[in-house]
């Protein structure tokens, strides 16, 4: 089956775990969003929402139908076994499960105690450090002509980023960005023990840092993890594991993300020199509007599931209690319908007037203003500090993945000055 082209009907299947869809899964969403975007996966007992609309219409359902009791990225094994229309809702008795497979308002209160920092005010305040950042970065990759645009640039800074507000050394920024990076490898077998405690090394790290704050004390100054330190769930505290279960979403989203979005996003500017042109006449006006476009089309993430707690249907599609749903994130942000015919093309000043790509409703990105500041600020300072560079297709590297699909790797050179 071609890879670039959309799949013949008749021969279409569409499995998330298999090796054509996670080399490249565009042809199949595009296939999807046109000829079954309601599709239904018996051997999981399960849907891919592929359109827009549908998607919408189902993170905005927030009262507890929807709810990843099955986590929101479960492994084929897992999914093969069926609910068989029941459903265990996770208890908060110790030990407690992820929090995001908790629905309202157990989700709501964990998120709550932790999320301070990452509101819209908090954030702002880290745009100095970001910018710093960034620029002791540009002053050790620039001279060296060549370095990966994906790691080395801006994946140290949002592992920097993640190391200021965990208090970590920032020396540090590199070994948990390799930790990040080795927990999201997507093995052959994703139930391999490997696959199953991928995270398990940046659990630990956490743990140590929460231990050491118990130690000291929770007095409300490193919100970040004091909030979770002293929350009674259901009469209880939770444990040293449980607070660092909860909080390495946070770096794991810190960290992976927005490195990839723009490593790729300045990679279209790159083959677009009239958008380039238009982006530069004004980088601090333009980069915010161009970065929305770059987070629509170049994110990673492929889709999160959640499982139906009651009978219900979307996009006139009856959902039974236990069958288990999964949002298609970059077909929907294609969606024709949403975005226009050049949906799947890149234009830095398309007007986003709704987007999935930070979901929505009850599992809302907490990181939502930092993905934006951040992003943004290492657009700009890079095509402010850089004034010509190319990226080397030739060696640039997009691992296959179900989760995770984007560039890892993307190397560019810049011109060196004598
Ligand atoms: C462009 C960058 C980013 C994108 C596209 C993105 C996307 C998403 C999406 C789609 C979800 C929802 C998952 C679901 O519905 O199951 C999510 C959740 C989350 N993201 Fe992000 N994210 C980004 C950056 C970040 C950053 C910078 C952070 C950390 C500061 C972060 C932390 C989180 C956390 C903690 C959650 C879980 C929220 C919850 O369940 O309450 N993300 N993100």
Redesign the pocket.
Known sequence: MSLTTEPARAEFGYDPFSPEVMADPLPFYRHLREHQPIYYMPEYDMFALSRFDDVMEM?SVTDGTFV?TDG?LPDPGALRRHNNGTVIAPTTAEPLPP??MFGPPV?EI??QAH?GP?RAGAVRRLADFIREQANERLDLLLPRGRFDLTQHYGGIV?AA??CH?FRIPLSEAKYLLDTVNAGSLTDEDPQSERSLNRYRPLVELVEGIVRQRRKQGADGTFPLVDGLLTLELDGRKLNNTEIAQTLI???????E??PK?VAHGLWELQRHPDQMAAVRADLKTNVPIAFKEM?RLC???QW???TVQRPTSIGGQAMNTGQRVI?L?PSAARDEREYGPDSEEFRWNREIKRW????WG???????H???L??GILVEEFLRRVPEFEVQEADAVRLPSFFQWGWNELPVTVPVED
Do not use: D
């Not at 979403?249 to 960290?255: A, L, N, R, T």
């Not at 999935?356 to 979901?359: G, P, T």
């Open positions: 993170l990843p929101t929090y995001s989700h964990l998120r999320v990452l949002a980023v993640q507000l979403v946070v770096i794991i989203g810190g960290s993300t927005v979005v987070v994110g990673p993430a999160f599931a959640r949002f994130i999935v790509n930070f979901a009850n599992q809302f990105c907490t990181g939502y930092l993905a934006l951040e992003g």
